[in-house]
């Protein structure tokens, strides 16, 4: 399938890509390592007049560290008047999956985000995507991404260009999910993202970045780029792991995932965290696994009862290949085995 016809943009400096941004929005589409971005323009999912190619604003790109740098400190401010977290550590969004992959200092630090960018597609498109484009990766369906004659035969959808969701018809919500791999092991980081705009930058959460709406579903408006990732020292040296389910054993988006960041103490969880995606139409971070966890031996019995609330966090509907029943069932399944990988790492 051919790509629609555009006018490519190459800006080098991120003030002359927000300025570019300003100016086409929004007929403008922002593509860095464009693995998921030239795909859906095959199939005229996007048909923009303009592609704003980011990859040679060189300030976007490296894992850079405060010289403070101490684990056991809490998070870091640049001055009182900051309104977002300055943290101890900074991931330019154009950092490739593969750069994240082999960083010594991610993964002594930060393994839960290593063991996520490490499952993402394959090594060339590692090679490629990028921190950000992750982030802000589309949702995908089953109805959604097809080709243009395809979704054409079955009247469109809410995503694009009809009034319907076929997964669920009785209503007036897209249920697309998201499948990125990273956002999930970043909300257990508790990470903070930058986003720079004509008018200057902000900083928020990760966790306030996405609607939980399939067809709207980042807090990003066109004249806007994400452009920074910050994690806080307090989550550094937890223990953590990704559990993924795909079709393949590479390439494919998750169907369903599983992020899990533990802290211990004199051989009991002090603090824990769960986050899914593919399964909900954001990254959730699953409530009440504190509660559940802190101050007990993490055994197969404590274990399955955060299982239990991973599952009754995950909304699969009939959005992939697989059937929301045993995606719900994999959550399960993947929460149990991902702490008790994570506690007994």
């Not at 319907?164 to 018809?169: D, E, F, G, L």
């Not at 599952?311 to 702490?339: D, G, H, N, Q, W």
Request: net charge positive; charged share 20%; aromatic share 6%.
């Amino acid at each position: 399938m051919s790509l629609p016809e555009f006018k490519l943009l190459r800006p080098r400096t991120l003030a002359e890509a927000i300025d570019l941004l300003a100016r086409h929005a929004p007929d403008v589409q922002v593509i860095a390592g464009g693995t998921d971005l030239i795909p859906s323009m095959r199939q005229k999912l996007f048909a923009p007049q303009y592609v704003l190619d980011i990859r040679g604003i060189r300030e976007l790109r490296g894992i850079r560290s405060s010289a403070a740098f101490r684990p056991e400190m809490g998070r870091l401010r640049d001055s009182p008047q900051d309104a977002g977290a300055i943290n101890a550590v900074e991931i330019g969004a154009l950092t490739t999956l593969t750069e994240m992959e082999h960083s010594t200092f991610l993964r002594q630090h930060y393994p839960v985000l290593v063991a996520a960018a490490a499952t993402v597609a394959s090594p060339i498109l590692r090679n490629m995507g990028t921190l950000g484009g992750n982030i802000c990766l589309d949702t995908r369906c089953l109805w959604y991404n097809q080709s243009l004659t395809w979704r054409k035969g079955c009247g469109f959808c809410i995503k694009k260009d009809g009034n319907i969701c076929h997964v669920a018809p009785g209503g007036d919500t897209c249920w697309a999910a998201f499948s990125g791999d990273t956002p999930p092991a970043l909300l257990c980081l508790e990470a903070e993202i930058e986003v720079a705009a004509p008018g200057g930058t902000r900083h928020l959460p990760l966790r306030d970045f996405y609607t939980g709406v399939g067809d709207n579903y980042r807090k990003l408006q066109k004249n806007e780029l994400v452009t920074r990732v910050f994690l806080p020292q307090s989550s550094a040296g937890w223990h953590g792991a990704y559990r993924k389910l795909r079709i393949r054993g590479s390439i494919d988006y998750p169907l369903a995932g599983v992020a899990v960041l533990l802290r211990r103490s004199n051989g009991h969880v002090e603090d824990a965290r769960i986050a899914l995606t593919a399964v909900n139409a954001g990254p959730v971070l699953v409530k009440g696994i504190r509660e559940a966890l802190a101050g007990r031996p993490l055994d197969e019995a404590a274990a399955e009862e955060a299982a239990e609330l991973a599952a009754r966090t995950a909304k699969p509907l009939t959005t992939s290949a697989l059937t929301p029943e045993y995606r719900r069932e994999m959550i399960r399944v993947f929460t149990r085995r991902a702490l008790l990988q994570a506690f007994n790492s």
